[in-house]
């Protein structure tokens, strides 16, 4: 798994906000009590982080974690590192009830850069993105259009959205319809 075959090949949009493909962002989902102390344990030691709270990230140089329910973290680390990673969490998780699987291929994610990347999350998802509501070090797991998404906000201008593979390319067309500065809005008009 050293080789990163993108979803869409390193897709970009410049419009209200630059959106860009990431390449290869090793995840795993970690699936159990995330308040049991094992887990928490395990991931510490492995990821080097300690578990979010509730709708909120946690990251450390490379590597990070998004609370994504409440049994369920989405683990972040290199791409070249998610296999080994997920391995050695398995093995330490091995008598707690608990699944670790390493998502990397499985998912597309799209970075936002902009000062106007809250308007553009807005447009698809039923979000508050107001300051005082959504901010960097929280997650949002919900829908972007049709399809299910996550994002987070790296800083007050840098975003990251997470989806399923197989609707990258749906997801990057939502995201670049609702950032270009000049699409018209038609009103059901002929």
Known sequence: MSDVALALGGASFEGLVKI????????????GDLTDKAI??????????????TRETVFAA????????PDEAL??????????????????????HALVVNVSDARAVF??????????????????????????GMVRRTRMAQVAAAFWMDDASTARVVCF???????????????????????YST
């Not at 490379?62 to 329910?69: D, E, F, I, V």
């Open 20 to 31: 860009e493909e990431l390449a290869g962002q090793g995840m795993v989902t970690l699936r």
């Open 40 to 53: 928490a344990a395990g991931v510490l030691d492995v990821f080097g982080v300690t578990l979010p709270s």
């Open 62 to 69: 490379n590597t990070g974690a998004l609370w994504m329910s």
């Open 75 to 96: 683990l972040l680390c290199a791409y070249n590192e998610a296999q080994a990673k997920a391995d050695e969490l398995a093995t330490k998780l091995a008598n707690v």
């Open 111 to 136: 970075q936002l850069k902009g000062s106007m990347l809250r308007e553009v999350i807005a447009k698809l998802a039923p979000v508050d993105m107001s300051p005082d509501a959504f901010s960097p």
């Open 165 to 187: 593979r197989s609707v990258g390319e749906y997801v990057f067309n939502l995201l670049s319809n609702a950032a270009d500065a000049n699409a018209s809005v038609r009103h």
